[in-house]
Antibody, heavy 126, light 107 residues
């Protein structure tokens, strides 16, 4: 059974930093691209960042590029999101999601997400 | 930048067919996916590559695409289908884009 368990959310002041983690199990982690998706309170889904299975290819939404860094440790089956220079508008629940298709070396050209974690909440406020 | 547009809300009577649309430039060339999200829950993949259903997803959910519009069709809608529905696609300018979401109400 595929499981994705996010952790690391919390309360941080604007300008601060935080690192989210996602522990994965139930599939060959290193063979799949992984993605972070966020959802602000009462709002829709928004893509944040994706990383290939090998970790060699990454992509970011314009709103977080230069502030957030996605990474993974395949030996620990764990996905990370380092978030720096946090802003109030980064407040959201952050979901760790698995690509349906694969994406070991490059990000899939037709991404879709068949497993989602339960999410971890980040609040940025002064 | 690439954007996907969904109606904010759709209403349907129990047992009837609901159709939720998603529009975007050249969407027919980009392969749409659809997700269902119930309150307090994580999204669930319903449709990928425009028309394909993952294993375990009911046949009442189907997808289609024509031109710049993708459509999620829910047949025999029941109260348990009340949820937010999101379309998603990929573009060369933005790797992943989600639509704004559509709240389905079963009256």
């Amino acid at each position: 059974e595929v499981q994705l368990l996010e952790s690391g959310g919390g309360f941080v002041q604007p300008g601060g930093s935080l690192r989210l983690s996602c522990s994965a199990s139930g599939f060959s982690f290193g063979f799949y691209a992984m993605t972070w998706v966020r959802q602000a309170p009462g709002k829709g889904l928004a893509w944040v960042s994706s990383i290939s299975g090998s970790g060699g290819t990454t992509n970011y939404a314009d709103s977080v590029r230069g502030r957030f860094t996605i990474s993974r440790d395949n030996s620990k089956n764990t996905l990370y999101l380092q978030m720096d220079s946090l802003r109030v508008e980064d407040t959201a629940k952050y979901f760790c999601v698995k690509d349906r298709e694969g994406g070991q070396w490059l990000l899939p050209t037709k991404p879709s997400f068949n497993y989602w974690g339960q999410g971890t909440l980040l609040t940025v406020s002064s | 930048s690439f954007e996907l547009t969904q109606p904010p809300s759709v209403s349907v009577s129990p047992g009837q067919t609901a159709r939720i649309t998603c529009s975007g430039d050249h969407l027919g060339d980009k392969f749409a996916s659809w997700y269902q999200q119930k309150p307090g829950k994580s999204p669930v993949l319903l449709i990928y590559q425009d028309t394909k259903r993952p294993s375990g997803i009911s046949e009442q959910f189907s997808g289609s695409t024509s031109g710049n519009t993708a459509t999620l069709t829910i047949s025999g809608t029941q109260a348990m289908d009340e949820a937010d529905y999101y379309c998603q696609a990929s573009d060369s300018s933005t790797y992943v884009v989600f639509g704004g979401g559509t709240k389905l109400t079963v009256l």
